[in-house]
């Protein structure tokens, strides 16, 4: 299965081992072409990055390029400002690709208790994984 990884750039290291656990189990996993900019960066540093990618290079639409020859979309919802479960905007576009691609979505954690789109994350139908890569098929 081709899966596209994605999350808060914040957690860009934990979702590159996450595509290298995915590829040891027979996935083609890829996620943003931009990741290893990321590496060993401070958040703040993440936070300038980001913006200069997205305004700079199409970094939406170049991972919109790449969800489009995808099977599904696993989003690595690690913990973020406090929240538990953290989905961002640019995480819920993704899902958003992937929805309308009729592709699979797969949360590695529980749907987070977020106002605003909590309940288009659940009409999104993730299929919650609890961390068991595993039960990505």
């Known amino acids: 299965m081709r899966i596209g990884v994605a999350g808060s750039m914040q957690h860009t290291e934990k979702m590159m081992e996450l595509c290298a656990r995915l590829e040891e189990t027979g996935h083609k996993a890829f996620m943003s072409k931009f990741g290893p900019l990321f590496v060993g960066k401070t958040d703040e540093e993440k936070e300038k990055i980001k913006l200069e990618q997205k ?27 406090d929240i538990k479960n953290y989905i961002g905007g640019n995480a819920f576009l993704e899902m958003g690709f992937a929805h309308v691609l009729s592709q699979k979505i797969f949360l590695l954690n529980p749907i987070p208790k977020i106002p605003y789109y909590e309940t288009e994350i659940v009409a999104m139908r993730p299929i919650v994984i609890n961390g068991d890569l595993r039960k990505v098929k």
């Open 55 to 81: 305004f700079n290079h199409d970094a939406i639409r170049e991972f919109w390029d790449d969800m489009k020859g995808a099977d599904a979309l696993l989003v690595a919802n690690y913990d973020k400002h």
